[in-house]
Structures are given as C-alpha cells and as structure tokens.
C-alpha cells in the first residue's frame, strides 16, 4: 500500500494488439509490482504480516487439495508461494504471472 502522501503513478496502459488481447509492458508491470509486492512484504514484513500470509497459504492450499483437481492455475503467482503448499499433490501446477521477474522466480523453484 502507498503512503498517503505519495500519488500512484503508473504509465498509461498500452493499446491491446486486438479486442480482448492484454499487453504486457515490463515499466508499468514493474510500477505496479512496487505497489504491490506481497513478496517482498512477506520477506521483511513483521511477525504479524508472516502469520497473516501463513494463514492465508494454508487456507488455500486446503481449498485446492479439497477440490482434488488435476491441473491449478495460479493467476498472478507472484513467486509461486502458493503453489508451493500444493504442486507436489497436484497433477499440474501452471503458473501465471504478467511480471516476467516474479515469474521466473516462480519457475527458478521447479514446481510440478
């Protein structure tokens, strides 16, 4: 969250190449991931911030283990902390991410 006396500020977004396409531009995925870094936050986050996400990766881990599926798509995945509770009792893990920088340290941790 930004402090109150900053204003966000984002590059505009670009046009899409066809109706219902999104672009991907890495300055404004990286202006929104550093609004948003749930990442970074849990890493130096308080006590607090760590039992908060804690929960909520427990929570969702049961959900999806609940559902029995074959095949998860973690939309946004950030640094595929969620699916780290999960990928090895799934069939697939597919994971998803517009910043090519939390992606590839999604995929640096080899889920299945």
Same mark, same amino acid.
């Given at each position: 969250m930004l402090a109150p006396d900053r204003p966000r500020t984002l590059p505009p977004a670009p046009a899409a190449t066809h109706p219902g396409a999104a672009s991907v531009d890495p300055a404004r995925n990286a202006a929104l991931n550093a609004t948003h870094d749930m990442a970074g936050l849990r890493a130096r986050g308080g006590r607090i911030v760590r #039992?908060? /996400? %804690?929960? @909520? !990766?427990? *929570?969702? +881990? %049961?959900? &999806? *283990? !609940? +559902?029995? =599926?074959? &095949?998860v798509a973690d &939309?946004?995945? /950030? $640094?595929?902390w969620l699916a780290e509770a999960y990928a090895d009792r799934v069939g697939e893990t597919v994971l998803v991410d517009l $910043? =090519? #920088?939390? *992606? #590839?340290? #999604? @995929?640096a941790k080899r889920l299945p």
């Open positions: #039992a908060i /996400e %804690a929960r @909520r !990766r427990r *929570l969702v +881990s %049961a959900r &999806v *283990l !609940r +559902s029995r =599926p074959g &095949v &939309v946004g995945c /950030e $640094d595929g $910043d =090519p #920088a939390m *992606l #590839a340290r #999604a @995929r």
